[in-house]
T-cell receptor, first 114, second 111 residues
Framework: ETGVTQSPTHLIKTRGQQVTLRCSSQ?????VSWYQQALGQGPQFIFQ???????GRGNFPPRFSGLQFPNYSSELNVNALELDDSALYLC?????????????FGPGTRLTVT | DQQVKQNSPSLSVQEGRISILNCDYT??????FLWYKKYPAEGPTFLIS?????DKNEDGRFTVFLNKSAKHLSLHIVPSQPGDSAVYFC??????????FGAGTTVTVRA
């Protein structure tokens, strides 16, 4: 059974640029959630995708957007990067439609904005 | 607004003894609670969970206790082992799509 994978592992971008992060869900999982973890804090929910539709969204501005593909993989796009966007971005997948319980996380993408 | 709080940033415990991690929450609508464990350079790993209709759930060395009236839950690890050294996150859910996390507690198990 393949776990959740994310790419790239690390990324450095300049303020104002755009970035795309990728996530492949665990085999058999159809729901993907994205979280932002700033240094010294717990993960903060960005949004969730189920059946290629956004299924819920946290308190993040519209410049954070996402996609889910028919194979359940997902992308997180961030436009107009700000210094405060520097964080670990975690993707999590789960097996049932919309239920969050027992989400399985990938290793994350470390984004640094300079 | 931080709805899930872990007030102890760190905990040091001797191998073989009990580790007790605490978590408080403010949202009375939370109906499911989870603990995750995180090693450096890895994503959080699900450890144990509890529904709000229960007050205790046990899985091997790990037991989670829920006190709804106090809006408090705790994780007990008995006995603590060196491999338990990690960051532990408490998380809670009130709906079908998002988890609210605490800031984490770093556990160090001393030999």
């Amino acid at each position: 059974e393949t776990g959740v994978t994310q790419s790239p592992t690390h990324l450095i971008k300049t303020r104002g640029q755009q970035v795309t992060l990728r996530c492949s869900s665990q085999s058999g999982h159809n729901t993907v959630s994205w979280y932002q973890q700033a240094l010294g804090q717990g993960p903060q929910f960005i949004f969730q995708y189920y059946r290629e539709e956004e299924n819920g969204r946290g308190n993040f501005p519209p410049r954070f957007s996402g996609l889910q593909f028919p194979n359940y993989s997902s992308e997180l796009n961030v436009n107009a990067l700000e210094l405060d966007d520097s964080a670990l971005y975690l993707c999590a997948s789960s097996a049932t439609g919309g239920r969050t319980y027992e989400q399985y996380f990938g290793p994350g993408t470390r984004l640094t904005v300079t | 607004d931080q709805q899930v709080k872990q007030n102890s940033p760190s905990l040091s415990v001797q191998e073989g003894r009990i580790s007790i991690l605490n978590c408080d929450y403010t949202n009375s609508m939370f109906d499911y609670f989870l603990w995750y464990k995180k090693y450096p350079a890895e994503g959080p790993t699900f450890l144990i969970s509890i529904s709000s209709i229960k007050d205790k759930n046990e899985d091997g060395r790990f037991t989670v206790f829920l006190n709804k009236s106090a809006k408090h839950l705790s994780l007990h690890i008995v006995p603590s082992q060196p491999g338990d050294s990690a960051v532990y996150f408490c998380a809670a859910s009130e709906d079908d799509y998002k988890l609210s996390f605490g800031a984490g507690t770093t556990v160090t198990v001393r030999a």
